[in-house]
């Protein structure tokens, strides 16, 4: 059963107002489905967003591992927080905590984080859903567009298998987020 939902996104402020917008809603929808969510620690960006929209929920849980000393408070609540030393014990700490992955849009960090898990599983070291989330339309440069082209070309250029592929899950809506939670 899962409790706990590691959410891999973007830092940046630059992103689209939707994916800010999408950031808290996930936070929002994870905390009030009583999962807690865990995250990369950060106040700006999707990070940010997501972190409100849990904050939002009275009984939302968020674990915040950052690589800085990191004290998150919104309104009257404080959230629990590790410090990692570097980037990889931070990842292994998000990974330990997390019973699933879902990965929103995000830079370098992001796919850096998702690619890792996915490796995981590949060397069958652990076995947790992952999950690509993106609610905005499916237009040219949407990220679950973007992502699914990039699977594509590496599966065509015989780099990855359809095996390794079919290890990531796509949702487009609370719903079925929710339905593959429920199921795994």
Known sequence: MIKSVAVFCSASNNVAIEYMNMAYSIGNFLARNEYNVVYGGGEVGLMGA??????????????????????????????AKVTAHNMSKRKRLMSQQADAYVILPGGFGTLDEMFEVLTLQQLNVEAKPIIIYDEVPLVTHSFVKVMRDLLDGLEKLRVIKETDVKRIQFAYNDTQLLEILRKS
């Not at 915040?64 to 309104?75: D, I, K, R």
């Open 50 to 79: 997501l972190a409100r929209g849990v904050a939002g929920v009275d009984e939302g849980l968020l674990s915040g591992v950052s690589v800085e000393c990191l004290e998150v408070e919104a309104g009257s609540k404080k959230f």
